[in-house]
């Protein structure tokens, strides 16, 4: 997990941002399901329905056997040198995370429970 301050206010975003980032976390729980089933290459089959370019990265990374480390690189770079601010740098963070976690083979609801803590301003009740 990404533990720097200053990343944290440059991705601060209103309630209603996080709000709009349920779906890439329930996306990565999803993902999370398939490799656990199924192995980290059936996720290949899923980067023709993925829309967002940095989500598409990483599990490309992650599909070629690159090692984690350099997974991590890799999306740590494209965060700290990509000039995000707000719901899209939250967005890059979470979907590192989940990718990370997916790689490393945590549980769907792990992957889960570990993104959804960066949507902390929302509340319970959009989560269902």
């Not at 690189?73 to 963070?93: A, F, H, M, T, W």
């Not at 979907?95 to 959804?116: F, H």
């Amino acid at each position: 997990m990404i533990r720097d301050l200053s990343l944290a206010a440059k991705s601060a975003c209103s309630k209603e941002d996080q709000a709009t980032l349920i779906p890439i976390v329930r996306k990565l729980k999803e993902l999370a399901e398939v490799a656990t089933k199924s192995g980290l290459l059936t996720l290949e089959n899923e980067l023709s329905n993925l829309e967002d370019p940095f989500l598409n990265l990483g599990l490309q990374l992650i599909i070629d056997r690159v090692e984690a480390d350099n997974v991590r690189d890799v999306l740590d770079s494209d965060i700290y040198y990509n000039e995000s601010n707000g719901r899209e740098l939250l967005k890059k963070i979470i979907i590192r995370e989940g990718l990370l976690r997916i790689q490393a083979g945590d549980t769907p609801r792990n992957v889960e429970i570990c993104t959804k803590v960066f949507l902390a301003k929302v509340d319970r009740e959009a989560w269902r």
